[in-house]
């Protein structure tokens, strides 16, 4: 049996088996070009790490837009359905292949709510 996401140690390990896999993805590899360097890479998990944290569990460390680094992506490697679903599986993946409980249940449905809403708002911008 797997254990749970308890703690942000936990979803470090998430996200950066997450990470591994989208970097390795073809389908969605080149959104992620800049993070072949190493130091920018752990930045970003570390920024991953406090909103997945405070998706989670309320912690309240993270007071960022998510929405906005998406938004100017975008704008210069266009994202579309398939990407979202794309990003949406590994995500899924990558939580069963390492945890199982509610906590894991609860970042699958938030992670489904985020793809959403975040694919409308990208929708929004191409009329």
């Known amino acids: 049996m ?3 996401i ?12 997450f990470y591994v896999r989208l970097m ?6 080149h959104f992620f070009e800049d993070f072949t360097d190493p130091i920018l890479l752990e930045e970003h ?3 991953l790490v406090d909103f997945w944290d405070n ?5 309240g460390g993270y007071r960022k837009n998510a929405m906005l680094p998406h938004l100017k992506l975008h704008q210069t490697k266009p994202f579309n359905s398939a990407h979202f679903k794309c990003w949406l599986s590994n995500f899924n993946l990558t939580i069963d292949d390492l945890f ?5 249940h609860a970042a699958k449905t938030r992670a489904l709510s985020i793809a959403v809403v ?7 911008l191409k009329k």
């Open 45 to 47: 998990l570390q920024t």
């Open 118 to 124: 975040m694919e409308i708002k990208i929708n929004e």
């Open 55 to 59: 998706v989670l569990f309320y912690s």
């Open 24 to 29: 390795n993805d073809k389908l969605v590899s």
């Open 100 to 104: 199982e409980g509610e906590m894991a």
């Open 2 to 4: 797997k254990n749970d």
């Open 6 to 17: 308890r703690n942000k140690q936990d979803i470090y390990l998430l996200v950066k088996a």
